[in-house]
């Protein structure tokens, strides 16, 4: 696939005033004069599978870098699909085709949103075909085929050093996969080294990949002493890999106040809701920057409101953004010395904010000064306050500037470890940071934008902004990053939205975005006062639970509509989610996923379903089935409870006349199962079936339970 014989190392840097440019054919890296560098390049097999590639330099001379990118040739497919991890947390990720544009922001956002992603070192060509992502990517080859789908696969191991750029080039007359180092600017004395590609490539099928690169990555973490004892280590600090809470700011926003909270928390209680995390986000402060200031809203103090959350069960979360401030907040007018400047000495900023009206000012991470007050900052939040958890946002804008002997890669990882490093055993989550650096640093992480109110904020979605507000753009996110689920950290989709106030979501809309947080998440937060749900809604929020893990077998995508194959235990589902404006009809016979079972229970119909029965979809609309296995006595074959039907159901027991089991279903309201049967007098848990459907195989039973 990629032509590693034929690639070329493409390398520009200053050196005693002069430009040098060299293309270095691969095999030549070694043997070629590099005037002020040593270059050391090695191709590592560890096995059919797996290559490692390593790009070292070593400054003899003072040289300041500007490009060092590896080209290799590529045979790419027509059918073949792109993945491209965009920059930070929020920016949009997808599987693009040779048809697919990248569009920057609008010239005249630049000023407003240019600093949220890589428009400022990225020339985005705007042509089709022109693809490029940061950290790790794939190609999907021709994504018809039959299961298992082989992935060829790139991921950066060296993101403590710089930000690694992927760029896919399927459309250029040599079509090309190229990988650099974002290192422009980068100053090297004489014996400094630095190690500018670290890869690993790696093809198989999608576990196999991603398996194999997150094993190297910790290998990697466990070799370097200074991180030994911090990447990697957020399953001890979690008891669980699922997890529900409430956060306020998808409904309040800056509204928030403290009877507004304890009103929430109340609500939970009341119902008994087994969430684990109750959140507090932004608006609880006086200024952003003034983290240990209360504002008049929060009259008894937020360590009253922790000591509430956590004698309900809870932990309890806080939102904070440590590495900015705003242009009101004492720490700008106070101490204009924390402030990240430029070189002519004008202040660093990181974008424009509406809520805050104001332009946010990074801090100069570097300062033992802000490093100090920004301790102080967690002592007084984790030890004083006693938080549980802290929601770390608007990470990337650290980074935005780097000092001339790092990258912004080196910075992001730099500030990553050290917030691993003062939390100690609290929780992070981290938000608005560019991925590789979290890896391993943080316990939860986003992996989309916020979600909005609507589908789509149109002002945004016209200005460009990959970065933008949306509830399309998260719910894509949701699906394309879920392999970084359970492995670089626990994967936070953000919020449902299952309340009828305060939204322009359809119900389409609004089960869509729950339904897929649910499948490929692991923090499960809503903003909602579930005090005011109806009982249809509450029925909804609450089949969520148990929370189980669920194993997903295949995705596959066709014009924005998904089929998916997943499974929980040993029960197999399909899934159909139509993130489109248009209706579109399924035929499971042709689908991607032919398992191979005549029926299926349809869980927003209630009923079991031949498999050779089209299926509809609405605008929006998904659809969970689950598997009927004929071929079993007594199998579970439809439920009623759970989001995922049956997922409720434990120690399940047959024999020939009965079924018992145990429902972990939190409602208390009766509910129906389906069983098949050889017979129609088969037994659940004692009781006889309320319904009895014949089909060729034998029998379907319905009872309420």
Not at 650 to 665: A, D, G, S, Y
């Amino acid at each position: 696939m990629y032509l590693l014989q034929q690639a070329i190392l493409h390398i520009s840097y200053l050196c005693q005033g002069k430009n040098i440019a060299l293309q270095i054919p691969l095999q030549q890296i070694e043997h070629q004069p590099t005037p002020g560098l040593t270059l050391s390049f090695t191709v590592s097999e560890h096995d059919i599978q797996t290559r490692r590639l390593q790009l070292q330099l070593l400054a003899t001379e003072t040289v300041q870098l500007r490009q060092i990118t590896l080209r290799m040739p590529a045979n790419f497919l027509p059918n073949d699909r792109f993945f491209c991890n965009g920059f930070q947390s929020w920016t949009f990720t997808d599987e693009f085709t040779n048809r697919s544009r990248m569009l920057p922001v609008k010239w005249f956002a630049k000023p407003l949103a240019n600093a949220f992603g890589d428009y400022q070192y990225y020339p985005y060509s705007q042509k089709k075909g022109r693809l490029h992502g940061w950290t790790y990517a794939y190609l999907k080859h021709a994504p018809k085929q039959q299961m298992p789908l082989l992935f060829t696969f790139l991921g950066s191991l060296n993101e403590q050093h710089a930000y690694t750029l992927i760029e896919f080039t399927p459309n250029a007359q040599q079509p090309a996969v190229a990988v650099s180092a974002d290192c422009e600017g980068l100053l090297l004395k004489p014996g400094k080294q630095f190690s500018a590609i670290n890869l690993l490539l790696a093809c198989g099928d999608e576990n196999f990949v991603f398996n194999t690169y997150f094993e190297k990555l910790k290998q990697a973490a466990q070799n370097r002493s200074t991180d030994k004892n911090l990447s990697f280590t957020y399953k001890k600090r979690l008891p669980f890999t699922e997890t529900a809470g409430w956060t306020s700011w998808y409904n309040y926003y800056q509204n928030i106040s403290e009877s507004i909270v304890l009103e929430n928390l109340q609500n939970f209680e009341a119902h008994k809701i087994p969430v684990s995390i109750f959140q507090i986000d932004d608006g609880w402060q006086q200024a952003v920057g003034d983290w240990t200031k209360v504002n008049a809203k929060f009259p008894n103090g937020l360590a009253h409101i922790s000591r509430k959350i956590q004698a309900s069960g809870y932990l309890a979360g806080l939102w904070l953004a440590p590495f900015i401030c705003q242009k009101q907040s004492s720490i700008y007018k106070n101490f204009p010395q924390f402030l990240l400047r430029h070189a002519n000495g004008k202040p660093v900023t990181a974008s424009f904010n509406v809520v805050w009206k104001s332009y946010m000012y990074p801090l100069n991470f570097y300062l033992p000064q802000v490093q100090n007050y920004l301790k102080e900052v967690f002592d007084t939040l984790l030890n004083q306050w006693n938080f549980d958890l802290l929601k770390l946002d608007f990470l990337y804008a650290a980074a935005l500037c780097p000092p001339r002997g790092k990258t912004r890669g080196e910075v992001m990882y730099d500030v990553m470890k050290w917030l691993r490093q003062v939390a100690g055993d609290k929780l992070i989550l981290g938000c608005g940071v560019p991925l590789g650096a979290a890896f391993g640093h943080t316990d939860f992480c986003r992996i989309g934008p916020d979600v909005h109110l609507g589908w789509e904020m149109p002002l945004l979605k016209w200005l460009g902004s990959r970065e933008g507000v949306s509830t399309f753009g998260a719910i894509k996110n949701t699906i394309h990053r879920r392999q970084l689920n359970g492995r670089a950290f626990y994967n936070d989709p953000d919020v449902s939205i299952l309340r009828l106030q305060n939204n322009q979501l359809t119900a389409e809309q609004r089960y869509t975005l729950f339904f897929i947080n649910q499948l490929f998440g692991s923090l499960q937060f809503v903003s909602d006062n579930i005090g005011q749900y109806n009982a249809q809604t509450m029925h909804l929020y609450l089949s969520q639970f148990p929370l189980r893990q669920k194993q997903i077998q295949a995705v596959f995508e066709q014009n924005n509509v998904y089929s998916i194959y997943f499974t929980i235990d040993n029960l197999h589902y399909l899934a159909f989610s139509n993130l489109s404006g248009k209706s579109t009809a399924i035929n499971l016979l042709k689908s991607h996923h032919p398992l191979p079972y005549p029926y299926f229970y349809h869980n927003r119909l209630q009923t079991i379903v031949p498999a050779n029965e089209p299926i509809t979809l609405q605008p929006y609309q998904t659809v969970c089935l689950l598997a009927v296995n004929t071929g079993q006595n007594g199998a579970l074959a439809g439920g009623n409870a759970h989001l995922f039907p049956c997922a409720d159901v434990v120690n399940l027991q047959i024999n020939e006349t009965e079924v018992t089991f145990e429902t972990r279903k939190i409602q208390n309201l009766p509910s129906l199962v389906w069983l098949f049967g050889n017979h129609p007098g088969m037994q659940l848990m004692g009781k006889h079936p309320i319904t009895i459907q014949q089909i060729p195989e034998g029998y379907l039973l319905q009872y309420e339970v």
